[in-house]
């Protein structure tokens, strides 16, 4: 009888190790799969200088400018090829901006950008860049501008 107990305690103990071992690699494989897909599809905003930004403007021909300043300032002057959604008006044009493209993001000094990319990242955006310092910052680097 004793035997038996033992044999009993031993395959219980050996089928509880086995289902620990188990479910153990299953939550591993999950963890290591959920880790890798969400690096493939996690969205980075990433700062840039004025200089950054004219660099990867004349080297990248997919390239998206957005301007997220009102109208009034966009005509005062903005970037060529910018395209002028308002920060306040963004969420309603999303379809505007193309998903497949580098988004370059700037305003005045690059506080309303930066609320926009974390906006457009929430959005699912992926390659954002919010440009540090802005058009001010842009122009007075003695990049070129447009005016109406």
Request: charged share 30%; with cysteine.
């Amino acid at each position: 009888m004793n035997v038996k107990n033992n044999s009993q305690k031993v395959l219980l103990s050996t089928a509880l190790l086995l289902f620990l071992c188990t479910a153990t690699g299953i939550l591993c494989f999950k963890e290591l799969h959920a880790e890798e897909g969400g690096a493939k599809t996690q969205a980075e905003v990433k700062n840039i200088s004025t200089t950054q930004a004219k660099e990867l403007i004349d080297k990248e021909k997919n390239v998206f400018i957005l301007d997220v300043r009102t109208k009034e300032e966009y005509n005062e002057a903005h970037i060529k090829d910018a395209n002028l959604i308002p920060v306040q008006e963004l969420e309603q044009n999303i379809n505007k901006i193309p998903k497949d493209k580098k988004v370059v993001v700037y305003c005045a000094r690059g506080k309303r950008s930066a609320n926009a990319c974390a906006m457009l990242k929430d959005k699912g955006l992926k390659e954002l860049y919010n440009v540090e310092g802005g058009i001010n910052q842009w122009k007075s680097e003695g990049y070129p501008v447009e005016k109406p």
